[in-house]
């Protein structure tokens, strides 16, 4: 099969390799027709996280056709169109018992923190992703679900990750009725959590970010106030006067290890690598939300040393809450919505690229060339 195979920082192709094969009784390979390249890719795109090892392939974003299962399947058959989300779960651990499938204890060897993620690294378990024709999926009684025949596969490749996720950064404000909202970030995530946080009711939307055609789409597509980070001296400062001085009921970090603005912490994080990533964005949001205000994180962090102002946050009061999202467990509220016509996931799609031109790909959303803010990738064939 063809597949997008990493060689080294900002280095990709696409190669030959093997077509998985069934492994454990409950595996599944699935026939890849939709991908998409998440901003958390580009971590590894940039060399951000460790024990990134070449040949691996990323893509925790996928859709596709179940062609095999193993003797023990016995949700899925053979032609389901299925969506799977990213996280890897087993569904019997301590973790999985209690909601947390992103925590799962069973899936990866190096599970001090998170549990599996396709694609992501041998930290997060050496899975191969599904920028490729086809995929193993384990436990696939756990976690991919059949796609229903009324939704647009697109919608149904955004809530892989990205919609639930942004749901979810939503969620972990714990907004109520009236809140003034601050996102950080403008990319799909970001999107998603500005338009989530109007359906949990509320007030006043705020998109922070430095991208034009990003604060445009999140004027367009979230109906949010935005503000370009670049125009200002101190988008703190900029924030507070624009919330009567007081600051925000909640931020939401959409940004995650690759956030921009502060040039030494920057260069720590990304070219010294002394930290797990930039903390900028989420230093802002301790800053810009009020005093007893609430920050939800579903941004990107790697497992390394970040230089928060966890002091701040204390002697604020802030409630810190944060996660890999457990995608699943959205579904069912987010299906509603879809449904209802209260959101469009596939809005947020602004390239398409073949499987063959992934590098290309790569290229045009990492340097945030075209306008692109999500791309999609097609296998050769479909």
Known sequence: MKAMVYQAPYRVDVQEKDIPRIEH??????????AAICGSDLHLFHGMMPDTRVGTTFGHEFI???EQIGSSVQNLQVGDRVMVPFNIACGSCWFCARGLPSNCHNVNPNATAVGGIYGYSHTCGGYDGGQ???????????GPSVIPDWLDEEDALMLTDALPTGYFGAQLGDITEGDTVVV???????LFAAKSAWLMGAGRVIVVDRVEERLAKAREFAHAETMNFGHHRDVVVALKKATDHLGADVAIDAVGAEADGNRLQHFTATKLKVQGGSPIALNWAIDSVRKGGTIGVVGAYGPMFSLVKFGDAMNKGLTLRMNQCPVKRQWPRLLEHIRAGHIVPRDVITHRFALDDIAEGYHV???KLDGCIKPVIVPSGI
Do not use: K, L, W
């Open 64 to 66: 596709g056709i179940v």
């Open 184 to 190: 950080f970030g403008a990319g799909p995530i970001g």
């Open 365 to 367: 959303f990492s340097d």
């Open 132 to 142: 490729a024709e086809y995929v193993r999926v384990p436990f696939a009684d756990v």
């Open 25 to 34: 009784p409950n595996d599944a390979i699935v026939r890849v027709t939709r």
